[in-house]
């Protein structure tokens, strides 16, 4: 049997932008696409050799709909042999989507894969369901409705079980978000995240305009203050508000996915390698809990611990996300989204996880650090967590 190894060879990414803000009039298609493009020039891979094309993406309606990855791939003006596929496992896609290449690398369908995401939550009307108070979408059926008795909901009100759950305090709360904040400005004017920027300029009529280049969504001043009074969005009582959660964005990314000895044989440099990749369901009524499970099963996998750990990343989906993983796997906090996460950098859904793993990557090089950890929580309860080491 042949031993083929997953191997990551380069990873960029966009800026991230807010809803309505200066990547609102992209096409998503022609952002993935512009994304695909540089990654390719970049690597300076051959774009015929590319066995496949992997796109993470949630909101699968109007422009991003019918396969938005295979329109990418067009747009990208890669060869049109070039196939592509596109994958929903919600806030997880893009992380799903590069499992998806790396397993499929290791079973010997692929030599070279590109894997990423996508979402313009600018262009793509959001369901009803992430406005407050509203009812449940279509998407629930009679059977699953019955089976959970009308405990179900949308993430918002279950961002205020898990508050309750595990004792989450809204001065713990705004106090994460005020960290990720400084964390990812202090990053952005570190240059930690050059490296992997797509340069992209706000206008897509002018691409000799002047570029962006950095997430928009980063706060420089935070009135505190001002956090403390803000209304809570999903309960009376709660303790989410608008500041303590992740913010609604557009943006891409891309990753190089390849098996090891390929890229050696045609000069890529393998930048790291992929040590476990585990999924995990748990209660859709909280939905934010398998993180915990997929985590533990990733770490017994790769055989490791959690302290074996350099740098976690877990989307700041809702500040308590990340609190809770910290309590649970007693991370300190040196070690815990150094750079910041998607109460700063924002949030679009199905790129986030590629724009995570990208970064992810860049700060295991940056730090000379060697084993990373990331995970997502997914809607309904479903989580990805991907250990990488640094080759």
């Known amino acids: 049997m042949i031993n083929r190894e997953a191997v990551i060879v380069d990873a960029v990414r966009t800026p991230v932008g807010r809803r309505g803000g200066v990547l609102s009039q992209w096409h998503p298609a022609d952002l993935l696409g512009c994304t695909l493009r540089y990654l390719v020039d970049r690597s300076g891979v051959d774009p015929s050799t590319i066995d496949d094309v992997i796109a993470g993406c949630v909101l699968q309606h109007d422009q991003q709909s019918s396969n938005i990855a295979r329109h990418a791939v067009l747009s990208a003006g890669l060869p049109e042999s070039v196939p592509a596929v596109t994958v929903d496992r919600q806030c997880g896609s893009g992380q799903q989507a590069v499992s998806f290449a790396a397993h ?18 600018s262009q793509v009307t959001m369901p009803s369901a992430f406005q407050p108070g509203a009812p449940l979408g279509p998407q629930y059926g009679p059977l699953e409705l019955e089976r959970y008795d009308g405990r179900l909901m949308a993430q918002g009100p279950s961002s205020e079980l898990m508050n309750d759950r595990f004792g989450l305090s809204r001065e713990e709360l705004d106090a994460y978000s005020v960290r990720s904040h400084k964390r990812a400005l202090a990053a952005t004017r570190a240059g930690a995240f050059v490296k992997q920027m797509v340069p992209i300029t706000a206008d897509p009529q002018d691409p000799n305009g002047p570029c962006i280049t950095a997430d928009e969504g980063i706060r420089e001043h935070l009135d505190t203050e001002k956090m403390a009074s803000l209304k809570t969005v999903f309960a009376k009582n709660g303790r989410t508000t608008a500041a303590n959660a992740s913010q ?127 995970t997502i929580c997914e809607a309904h309860g479903t989580a990805n967590t991907t250990i990488i080491e640094r080759i």
């Open 104 to 121: 499929g690398v290791m079973a010997g369908s692929y030599d070279l894969v590109i894997a990423g995401g996508v979402e313009s939550m």
């Open 248 to 374: 609604v964005s557009d943006g891409a990314a891309a990753l190089l996915v390849a098996d090891r000895g390929y890229a050696e044989r045609t000069g890529l440099k393998p930048r790291a390698r992929f040590r476990a990749m585990s999924v995990a369901g748990a209660d859709p009524v909280i939905q934010f809990t398998a993180i915990l499970e997929a985590t533990h099963k990733a770490l017994k996998i790769a055989g490791l611990s959690a302290a074996d750990i350099d740098l976690y990343e877990v989307n700041e989906a809702f500040a308590g996300v990340p609190l809770m993983f910290q309590r649970e796997f007693d991370i300190p906090d040196d070690k815990l989204n150094v750079n910041g996460g998607s109460v700063a950098i924002g949030h679009p859904l199905g790129s986030t996880g590629a724009r995570m793993l990208t970064d992810l990557l860049c700060e295991l090089e940056r730090s000379g650090k060697k084993l990373g950890l990331q």
